[in-house]
């Protein structure tokens, strides 16, 4: 693709972004569901005008790697540990619940292969990070106890979707799971989220002193940006999302973090402030991006309308994806409300359910139907989540 062509993409993506976003958001509407119909309106949905390539993924990438860096350096630590519990059981009931029944359902009832049963029980798993924690931004109830266990619980089911992914994948060349294999990653992912708070303390206090060494603080912008970048590298390379690598490198630079072993390294309130500066309009620019992206990866033209059978697989399985995920707030206290909000704060598939419903496309194990009814069911559940949060929190 020619590069003018790009800066042309981006031109009409952020004005329509923003526009569009902040015009959803005076009338009531969290601004991310604009920016994911912007992407649907430009995308290969509707207008064709913009096709989803390498360029604008990769800016897409980092607009929710800064979002998510931005989350982990505004997040309480301590308040995550409160929750800890509460975040775990919700991760898994939400990541299992909707596995088991996608898997029976689509094997017993809508008489699918195994295989393909599988991989939509996988889809069906995931929670968009991204998406959730932007609208909760939007409502501005980040600080708030449900939302904490919100952002533990979607961190973990991350996780979760990784190592599934990975076995599913392997499953669908292979015919089997190297049960070795997927422990190694485990093993993989833990360590990286044990060590690598030491390793963003031990840089940020380097970076500090070579700021002061220089006698400039400019130099901390850029090399922080280069650490939120190092550690979604490292997090790739365990097997673990970028987003969490950015994530788990913001919660280590915030000022509410300490490691009770090395209280020496914690960051300093200056630093903290400089990083908040120079994190927020990057945050502000790119992080739309992201959500346009999202839009503009849906094609809904693979979708017949006038199908019966769609009609009915779509049904069943965007059922299975509603229950599994709200049902995964009422096993922990609170009231009804805070259970409602926890589970449908859950809901979005965006762009996870996206790749989950690719590598089944890629691995010949969708066909044309079964692909638009996953398709269909991302979609519902990805723009459902933000309106049900906002009428929830009224």
């Known amino acids: 693709m020619e590069l003018h062509t790009v800066f042309l993409y981006l031109a009409i993506i952020l004005f329509l972004a923003r526009t ?8 009531g509407i969290p601004s991310v569901l604009g920016e994911i119909l912007v992407g649907v309106l430009l995308g290969q949905s509707i207008l064709g005008m913009v096709e989803p390539n390498q360029i604008l993924r990769l800016l897409a990438e980092i607009g929710v790697i800064l979002l998510l860096f931005q ?6 630590i301590h308040k995550l540990k409160e929750v800890g519990i509460s975040a775990f059981v919700v ?4 990541a299992f619940l909707p596995m088991i029944f996608g898997v029976a359902v689509s094997h017993y009832l809508l008489e699918l292969p195994l295989a393909v049963s599988l991989f939509i029980g996988g889809t069906l798993t995931a929670t968009s990070i991204g998406i959730t924690v932007k609208v909760l931004e ?6 708030q106890r449900f939302a904490q266990i919100v952002l533990g619980a979607a ?5 979760f979707g990784v190592v599934l992914l990975a076995a599913l994948y392997e499953f669908s060349k292979e015919g089997t799971i190297h049960f070795e294999a997927i422990t190694t990653l485990i093993l ?7 060590l690598s708070p030491i390793i963003a303390q031990a840089l940020a206090k380097i970076i500090q002193h070579l700021s002061k060494a220089l006698g400039t603080e400019d130099f901390i912008p850029p090399t922080v940006v280069a650490v939120i970048f190092l550690f979604a590298y490292l997090a790739h390379q365990v097997g673990s999302p970028e987003i969490l690598g950015a994530f788990t490198a913001g919660l280590a630079l915030s000022r509410r973090f300490a490691l009770p072993f090395a209280v020496f390294l914690r960051t300093d309130e200056k630093m903290a402030h400089k ?16 959500f346009v992206y999202v839009g503009l990866e849906l094609n809904l033209k693979v979708i017949d309308f006038t199908s019966a059978k769609f009609w009915l697989m779509s049904t069943v399985l965007i059922f299975v994806a509603i229950v599994g995920k709200v049902a995964s707030g009422f096993f922990v206290k609170g009231s009804l409300k805070e259970k409602l909000l926890i589970g449908f704060s859950m809901l979005p598939r965006g762009e996870v359910g996206l790749i989950f419903a690719e590598f089944g496309r890629q691995a010949k194990l969708y066909d044309e139907l079964t692909y638009a009814v996953v398709i269909f069911a991302v979609a519902i559940t990805t723009f459902l989540a933000p309106i049900s949060l906002k ?3 009224r």
């Open 188 to 194: 993989y992912i833990a360590t990286f989220f044990i």
């Open 138 to 143: 939007d409502l501005g109830k980040m600080k």
């Open 20 to 27: 569009v976003g902040d015009t959803f958001s005076k009338i």
């Open 155 to 159: 961190v973990l089911d991350d996780i």
């Open 91 to 94: 991760a898994s009931v939400g």
């Open 71 to 76: 989350v982990g350096l505004e997040a309480d």
């Open 275 to 290: 990083v908040e500066q120079t994190i927020m309009p990057l945050v502000w620019v790119l992080t739309p991006l992201f």
């Open 391 to 393: 009428l929830l929190s």
